[in-house]
């Protein structure tokens, strides 16, 4: 009977500590969370001013900068999936969102994907499913701009190459409604120059290089920006599915901690009994 109690006791500290782990997950996915959607409002500042200038820039260009669409020869899909483990089906359901955008826009175009994302990387190849180019998600919020831009880096040199038709940038956003992240899918290239607002100043501003150099390099910062808000909205998101997992970890601790102390008194009681019976039976 000792020794059962004290196998007891050590599974119970041994849930202990599990859950002090879980709880110290759950307060770092938690800050992370809210640090990466205070930082969405600054982005959203930048991608606007942005937007405000190729507005300008249109007007300044009469409309002639705007890119023709050539010949569709293949598609990008640019994933954004999980970093790390411990965050429930979040990078799972990263892939899922794939395969179904890959069905849905298979036309008899070869499609590239390029994934971000170590641990969607291991769960895409244990589904068969075979990247063209990889890199790893943001640990921090101060990497996000470095992230975004290896990312645009990597797809210039794509388009550089011609024959890409479309890319699209699929990834989660937080919601704080609903256990499921959900998984949007926004088409970065061809670029749609129609939703910014061409209205010519009575002065012109002054530019130091052609109009439709000008639109150009700010529709490739514009498409900066909003590879940085989606990942900061992914690196939200992934940081709330962390949170809620280490929140469903706490609950089955506690329940588990529970049954262990109920079995703890249990087995004690029932030592104590044995004990009383034995000196009892040894007075008489």
Known sequence: MTDRLAAITRRMETVRQLGAVATAMRGIAAARQR???SRLEAIRAYAATVGSAIGEALALAHG????RNGKAEGDILILLAGEQGFAGAYSDRAIQAALAHLRQSADGHPATLMLAGSRGRMLAEAQGLKPAWTTTMP???????????HIAQTLYALLADG????VTLLHASPDGASALQPFHAKTLIPFDYARFASHPRAIPP????PADRLV???AEEYVFAELCEALMLAFAAESEARLRAMMSVSENIAKTSDVL???FRQGRQDAITEEVVELAAGFR
């Open 206 to 209: 002054l530019v130091t290089m």
């Open 261 to 263: 102390a109920a079995v």
């Open 139 to 149: 640990l921090h919020v101060r990497e996000v701009a470095d992230t975004a831009n």
């Open 163 to 166: 024959g890409v038709g479309s």
């Open 35 to 37: 640090e990466a959607e």
């Open 64 to 67: 002639s900068a705007a890119p």
């Open 216 to 218: 150009a390099m700010l």
